[in-house]
């Protein structure tokens, strides 16, 4: 059973574990520096801070941190969300988990109606945690990589019931 809590900067070098080898492969491509960890939380609270709030993250826990999940605000009706685990701990139903209490909190506490997320088309893993969450796949949306190259990521979407 995992637990969700806002980060503390104390979390930045469990954070640097969480985005490094496999778990950065499909995502930013590459594994963060405790200095960018540490500016990753910073980011995080002063994001909790703002009026009206557009972003919410917290850390994934079972008896320690080993994961990262984040809700934005991108219209007024609809958000995406994006999750992170560390790789040590996959295969578990932890981001899965993670994921049906971010989209509860948010068709419950946010006024969004449509949630989407997407995952890059080598990480299928990412697309059953999305089904197992409720979403269903829409389509495709093409990410450019750093060397132009369009990469169709898979897009999903939840909608309020
Ligand atoms: C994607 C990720 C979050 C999965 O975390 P997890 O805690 O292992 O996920 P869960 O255990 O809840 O579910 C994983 C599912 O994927 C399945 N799976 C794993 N590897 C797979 C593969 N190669 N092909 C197809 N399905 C796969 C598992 O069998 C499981 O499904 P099941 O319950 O039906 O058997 C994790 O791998 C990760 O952090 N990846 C890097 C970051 C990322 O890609 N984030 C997504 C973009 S926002």
Request: overall charge positive; proline content about 4%.
């Amino acid at each position: 059973m995992v637990s969700l809590r806002a980060l503390t900067p104390d979390d930045a070098p469990a954070l640097q574990c969480v985005y490094s080898g496999a778990s950065v492969l499909y995502t930013t491509g590459k594994a963060l520096t405790l200095d960018q960890a540490e500016k990753k939380i910073r980011t995080a609270l002063a994001g909790a801070a703002q009026a009206p709030r557009a972003q919410w993250s917290w850390g994934i826990l079972t008896d320690e941190l080993i994961g990262l999940i984040a809700l934005r605000r991108r219209s007024v009706s609809m958000g995406t969300i994006s999750y992170i685990l560390r790789e040590d701990t996959w295969g578990n139903g932890y981001a899965t988990e993670a994921a049906k209490h971010v989209v509860a909190f948010a068709f419950s506490t946010t006024g969004l109606d449509r949630i989407e997320a997407m995952h890059h088309p080598a990480n299928p893993a990412s697309g059953r945690v999305l089904t197992k969450a409720g979403f269903t796949r829409i389509g495709t949306s093409d990410q450019h990589t750093e060397d132009g190259t369009a990469v169709p990521f898979q897009v999903y979407a939840s909608r309020n019931r």
